[in-house]
Every structure is written in C-alpha cells, then in structure tokens.
C-alpha cells in the first residue's frame, strides 16, 4: 500500500508496515475532535515588534477573547509548538524572518504528523510568484500580503479568524 502524502512530507522511503503505521497516526492527528469550530488561538511569528502591535490592537477590537501568542523568531514557535501543550488553531508567519526563514519554518511544520494539521497563514510583504507557489506547494493554506492601512488589516485579521477548522 503506498500513500502519497507521505511522499509529500518526506516520509515515503519507509518501509510498508512504518509508511502504514505513520499514515494512520497522521489521519488521527487530523481527525481531532476536541478542535473548536473557530479560531480561538493564533501563533503569530513576526519578527518586527510593529508589525505585531498593530495585528494585535486590531484583533482586540475584533475579537478580544481570541488569543495571540507572539514569536520573534521561527525557532522559539518551533520549539513552543513541539512541547504540544497549547496548540493553535492558526499560525500567522511572516516569511522574512531572522536566522531560520518562514518557508524553511513551514516546511518543518509541515513534516511534522502532530502540527500538519494546523493552517499555516503566510503574512508577509515579500513575495514573488516562485515563492508564493512554493509556499503552496510546501502545505501553505494562504497566502497574504501585509496590507498597507488599518482597514486593510482589519479584513486581513477578520478572514484569518474565518479560516474554516476541521
């Protein structure tokens, strides 16, 4: 039996019964049942201090009963992320990050069977055609432009809290 996503996550050189094994733990992982219905979470990693108090202001006004947790770097989210005690339901990434880059940073998410699940926003003022495609291409579930006014950030946060939970 070969399953093609664990191809696409790195994982399909694996012996059948291992390939088996880990398909299943990832259709686990996928099938939660405790995720709520809403975006009640959002990891945000962003590395200029700005750029997330304005995200953060704007999504109190919205909705301040949803939580954000700021990173700095894709290294401190990675490492938050892997101890698995407060799991978002969204993660906010900027691909213009410090030492570890944003699309390296999906990539290591996406290969990990107990995060794959999570959508992973792209939020970024970078952004050519190739690396837009590779975001997708790597597991992205958007990709958006950091807007240039408030209002324009403000229904970029209201479709970041529309994003559909499984």
């Known amino acids: 039996m070969h399953f093609p ?29 405790d995720m709520p219905g809403e975006v009640r979470h959002i990891c945000m990693a ?18 301040g009963s ?7 770097s894709c290294e401190g989210l990675l490492e938050t992320l892997k ?4 799991v978002p339901d969204v993660i906010v990434l900027d691909m ?15 290969r990990d069977l107990s995060l794959l699940h999570i ?16 975001a997708y291409q790597t597991g992205a579930f958007k990709y958006i432009f950091k807007p240039h006014s408030v209002d324009g950030l403000r229904s970029v946060i209201n479709d970041i809290l529309a994003t559909p939970l499984n």
Not at 83 to 86: F, V
Not at 120 to 133: D, E, L, N, Q, R
């Open 5 to 33: 996503i664990l191809d696409f996550i790195g994982i399909g050189k694996k012996g059948p019964f291992i390939q088996k094994a880990l398909f299943f733990k990832l259709i686990k992982c996928m099938e939660k049942t």
């Open 46 to 63: 962003e590395d200029d201090p700005d750029d997330y108090y304005f995200f953060s202001k704007i999504l109190r006004e919205i909705d």
């Open 66 to 72: 949803v939580k954000l947790t700021w990173f700095q």
């Open 83 to 86: 101890e698995g005690t407060d």
């Open 96 to 110: 213009n990050m410090p030492k570890m880059d944003g699309q390296t940073c999906l990539a290591t998410l996406k």
């Open 119 to 134: 959508p992973v926003i792209i939020f970024s003022t970078a952004g050519s055609p190739t690396a837009i495609k590779t």
